[in-house]
Nanobody, 120 residues
Framework: QVQLVESGGGLVQAGGSLRLSCAASGNIFSVNALGWYRQAPGKQRELVAAITSGGTTNYADSVKGRFTISRDNDKNTVYLQMSSRKPEDTAVYYC??????????????WGQGTQVTVSS
């Protein structure tokens, strides 16, 4: 079994910074791409940022220049540094990872989500 556990959510004032972490654990052979998604009330879940095993990153237009995704491969952990927060960034943030449990088997796993609220 594989688990993704997020941490670091909370309440922050507009303009402030917050860092989310997500650690993968369990029966892991290797970790491929990792990403952060978010879902605001009444809206669909959307991709915020993603990072490949080689470090190539991709961001949603709405967060470019404000958010930074990074990973620590030794710790199987992905981070999301959020700066210049806006009230519209308020959402439940989920991490997701494509993880191989053996050399032949892989799957997409999700964390339980962490609430981030930005007050104006």
């Amino acid at each position: 079994q594989v688990q993704l556990v997020e941490s670091g959510g909370g309440l922050v004032q507009a303009g402030g910074s917050l860092r989310l972490s997500c650690a993968a654990s369990g029966n892991i052979f290797s970790v491929n791409a990792l990403g952060w998604y978010r879902q605001a009330p009444g809206k669909q879940r959307e991709l915020v940022a993603a990072i490949t095993s080689g470090g190539t990153t991709n961001y949603a237009d709405s967060v470019k220049g404000r958010f930074t995704i990074s990973r620590d491969n030794d710790k199987n952990t992905v981070y999301l540094q959020m700066s210049s927060r806006k009230p519209e960034d308020t959402a439940v943030y989920y991490c997701s990872g494509e993880i191989q449990t053996t050399v032949w088997s892989k799957g997409t796993y999700w964390g339980q989500g962490t609430q981030v609220t930005v007050s104006s």
